[in-house]
């Protein structure tokens, strides 16, 4: 049977069948059936368009004439390994270099966000001859055995804390230990991480690396207060260990001012490895690891080959060109900034209008807006959350999610195609939803937690 010919109900009664049910579908209730889309709209099996604040890894947009062209021709042209010599992945690695600091130069490409975290881990412990990681905490780095040990977000509903993992405190300037009222937040959890390190030495260990997201997303589309970033390498790298920026999530433009995230923390701060995922391929999987030439060294010293089977071949590359072909060619990044300060400045007012709103956050085309029961308290709206996005879906055909240790955050990470109207639209509807439960103080089932 053709696929367009199935049911809304059949394809979820074989997927409830077939795939595994820790795989989870948005809107498990009610799923969204989506059968085609384009730029910043999905649309499902009966021609409903739905507008599109989930979909960060279709980067320059849902099926993109320039990427899906691009695929297509080199994949009619070649797609081998990267034994054999080709020009593509030296043409990509030589693009990626010039958006990076000059001593990002050597490349490792692989096929997803985890995969790149998991060698970012085996380089920092290879160079360094350490095996202890410093992470944040709610942290999330990847699905691989490796990746959970150094994953708060996961490993704290799983095995538990290896001995060789330090959490540090999450830099959250909202609900953290250190607010906005704090003189100097950037240097007070920096200080944090010093004092994790002095303690990892009295106990007789080394660190190999510092692990960070540049914007920690699934810790709740935090913004990490200025010289956080800087002030940590310099410490951990008095302790012998490296800086690792994980950008999976917000690297390619996403802020607009800068190409990559952990360079809205100053021209001073540099990482020693950068990795990269989810927008390179717009959708195609695509990932990369890029370091220094004496990271590098020492990886290739071991003696031991890293090859990877698909990695940087040839059609990947083609595509990942595309991406950055588009990016430039219609000013993504200028986009996201003009779009984003219209989407900050609107989520401003409505935080204005509604006390559910407890803290908005926003840079370019990332953005979190964290609902609270109690402005004061700060106490999480994990329902209310869920509602909101429950409401968006059914009423207006708008896909949000919601993210944070508590759910609360309702989380836009839209395609950079994502205009000043579909701005409008949203925060529109996120008025009228909120005006709505207040006026008739709607609940659900459960109280907010």
């Known amino acids: 049977m053709a696929e367009e010919n199935f049911t809304k109900e059949e394809t ?4 409830l069948r077939l795939i ?3 795989c989870r579908l948005f809107y498990k209730e009610d799923p969204v059936k989506i059968v085609r889309a384009r730029g910043q709209y999905l649309f499902d099996e009966n021609g409903n368009r739905y507008l599109d604040c989930i979909s960060n890894v279709q980067h320059v947009g ?8 691009a695929a297509a021709a080199q994949m009619d042209l070649l797609n081998v390994n990267t034994r054999f010599l080709n020009d593509k992945i030296v043409l990509y690695a030589a693009r990626l270099c010039a958006t990076l600091p000059d001593k990002l130069c050597v490349f490792y490409f692989v096929n997803s966000g985890s995969e790149a975290n998991d060698l970012a881990l085996r380089l920092a412990q290879q160079y ?24 708060p977000y996961k490993f704290r509903k799983l095995a538990g804390q290896k001995d060789w993992v330090h959490v540090a405190p999450l830099p959250d300037t909202y ?28 106990k007789g260990r080394k660190i190999s690396a510092f692990f960070a997201e540049s914007l920690p997303s699934v810790g709740g589309q935090i913004l990490l207060p200025q010289g956080y970033s800087s002030k940590v390498a310099e ?12 950008e999976v999530q917000t690297g390619f433009g996403r802020v607009g001012s800068h190409f990559w995230a952990f360079q809205l923390q100053g021209e001073n701060f540099c990482p020693d490895i950068v990795t990269m995922g989810k927008p390179m391929g717009n959708g195609h999987p695509v990932a990369c690891v890029a370091t220094t030439v004496e990271i590098a060294q020492a990886f290739t010293a071991n003696g031991v080959e890293y090859f990877n089977t698909f990695g940087g071949n040839p059609v990947s590359c083609a595509i990942g060109l595309a991406v950055l072909d588009v990016i430039e060619e219609e000013d993504l990044r200028g986009n996201a900034i003009r779009v984003g300060a219209h989407l900050k400045g609107l989520l401003k007012k409505l935080q204005a209008r509604h006390e559910v709103i407890g803290d908005v956050r ?16 700060r106490t999480p709206a994990t329902n209310l959350a869920a509602l909101v996005v429950k409401r968006l879906k059914e009423e207006d055909r708008i896909c949000m999610s919601t993210d944070g240790p508590w759910d609360n955050i309702l989380k836009l990470k839209p395609p950079m195609c994502f205009s000043v109207e ?24 459960n109280e907010d937690i």
């Open 12 to 15: 979820l009664a074989m997927r």
């Open 20 to 22: 595994g049910q820790s």
């Open 62 to 69: 849902h099926c993109h004439p320039a990427v899906t062209t």
């Open 128 to 151: 360094t001859q350490n095996q202890d990681v410093i992470v944040l905490d709610h942290a999330y780095h990847g699905h691989l055995m490796s990746l959970i040990d150094i994953s």
């Open 175 to 202: 609900r953290g230990i250190y607010r906005e009222d704090h003189p100097n937040p950037g240097q007070a959890y920096a200080d944090k991480v010093k004092d994790l390190i002095e303690e990892i030495h009295r």
């Open 235 to 246: 410490y951990v790298h008095s302790a012998g260990g490296v800086f690792v920026a994980d």
């Open 362 to 377: 926003c840079v370019g085309l990332f953005a979190g807006v964290e609902l609270v029961t109690d402005r004061e308290k």
């Open 422 to 445: 579909d701005a409008d639209l949203v925060v529109a509807c996120l008025d009228r939803i909120l005006s709505d439960i207040k006026a008739n103080h709607l609940t659900l089932e």
